[in-house]
């Protein structure tokens, strides 16, 4: 009886275990299996088709920059008319080439990120331009004719200036080098005459000429040096950039990115910041390229930028073609109709803009016949955003 008894606890004793053991080490439950996604290939030659573009197109205006400087450099050197005049055609040059990479703005990328994104050195707006220099009844402000406040012309002088005090001390990037070019636009027919013996020792105009020239020429070099650091972070050569981050991105991440540049620039920057501000207070400082009377083609280069994007094609100033698998292609496979409705609206975008005559300045005056032609451009961007989401949607991305 006793052999019996240690048996039989034995085997209650091996049945408690075995009940013990379920309750704390229960059958696994089976990972669910996401799908694979079946346009991932296609999604990740849209990444790199974007990178490509970026890079192709930062690196034009990196070298159109180059371009401006050694015109600048020539003209500093030999101060004369027409090397002055040269300045201003290589700005201008440079213009229509930096407005095309806006497209690649609002994603917290390499332009304006917000922890050491550029941007705010290189397209700054709407810019206050007695913080520089000298404006019509007031011969003596500015940072040019304040020896006092600034000494020294450097770079850290005018880094630590820029937006200092307000939004709209902008003391550096293309609109300080316009504003420097070109001076005040005074007239309603023609852009500003700032004339080029504003820079001239012997015989010169206004005061100040030597710190004028070296203001120039600092502002120059911090903006080309905004543009490298940009055009470096797409370059496929260097190794552990944005670049590289960005292709090795999560499909969905990066795609929704690039739908986010294309909604917010023409939902909200370039209809609204660039057009309807200027629109509602029929004001010229409230323009893009206020001093140059550049507007009009600033508008067109914004739109067309978001039109070379979505189709996935540049071509470059050397003339090279720059393409590959684009986000039409990609929006094509989700749904083909909402993508050609899409490049409607840009193209529609476009041509609304293209009829907008120059300058942009008279067109927004209340009096102006031509308001309307300003109203139907912003309208078609408004349209081209609502054509944006739709598409965005169709491939499960909310913006």
Request: hydrophobic share 40%; proline share 5%.
């Amino acid at each position: 009886m006793k052999k019996l008894f240690i048996v039989a606890s034995a085997f209650f004793l091996t049945f408690a275990a075995c009940k013990k053991d379920k309750k704390t080490d229960p059958e696994p439950i089976p990972t669910p299996v996401t799908p694979a996604d079946p346009n991932a290939s296609q999604k990740q030659q849209a990444k790199e088709t974007y990178a490509k573009l970026a890079f192709a197109m930062y690196d034009d205006s990196y070298q159109g920059a180059i371009n401006l400087k050694n015109k600048i450099t020539a003209f500093l050197a030999n101060r004369t008319s027409q090397n002055y005049t040269d300045c201003k055609t290589a700005w201008l040059s440079v213009r229509d080439i930096y407005g095309l990479t806006e497209t690649f703005r609002f994603v917290d990328g390499p332009i304006d990120n917000p922890a050491d994104g550029p941007e705010g050195f290189i397209n700054a707006w709407p810019m206050d331009e007695a913080f520089v220099d000298y404006v019509v009844g007031s011969p003596t402000v500015g940072i040019i004719n304040n020896a006092t406040t600034y000494p020294t012309i450097d770079e850290a002088t005018l880094l630590s200036a820029n937006e200092n005090g307000g939004e709209k001390n902008i003391s550096l990037g293309f609109h300080a080098i316009e504003f420097l070019l070109w001076g005040q636009d005074l007239s309603a027919t023609a852009a500003g005459m700032r004339p080029y013996t504003d820079y001239l020792i012997t015989g010169g105009t206004a005061a100040n000429q030597m710190r004028r020239a070296q203001y120039l020429s600092v502002t120059m070099d911090i903006l080309i040096a905004g543009l490298k650091q940009v055009k470096d972070a797409w370059d496929p050569t260097i190794s552990g950039n944005y670049r590289e981050t960005f292709v090795g991105m999560d499909n969905n991440t990066a795609i929704r990115k690039m739908f986010n540049s294309l909604s917010v620039l023409a939902g909200t920057e370039l209809s609204g910041e660039r057009m309807q501000t200027a629109y509602d207070n029929s004001d010229q400082e409230d323009e893009h390229s206020c001093f140059s009377d550049n507007t009009h083609k600033d508008l067109y280069a914004n739109a067309k930028g978001m039109e070379i994007l979505f189709k996935g094609s540049y071509t470059r100033t050397n003339a090279t073609v720059v393409s590959g698998y684009s986000l039409k292609d990609l929006s094509d496979l989700y749904d083909s109709s909402k993508s050609t409705d899409l490049v409607n609206a840009i193209s529609n975008s476009i041509t609304k803009i293209i009829a907008i005559p120059a300058p942009f300045d008279q067109a927004i005056l209340g009096a102006s016949p031509d308001r309307p032609k300003v109203l139907a451009g912003i309208n078609a961007l408004l349209d081209q955003d609502t054509k944006t989401k739709a598409i965005a949607l169709a491939l499960g991305i909310q913006l």
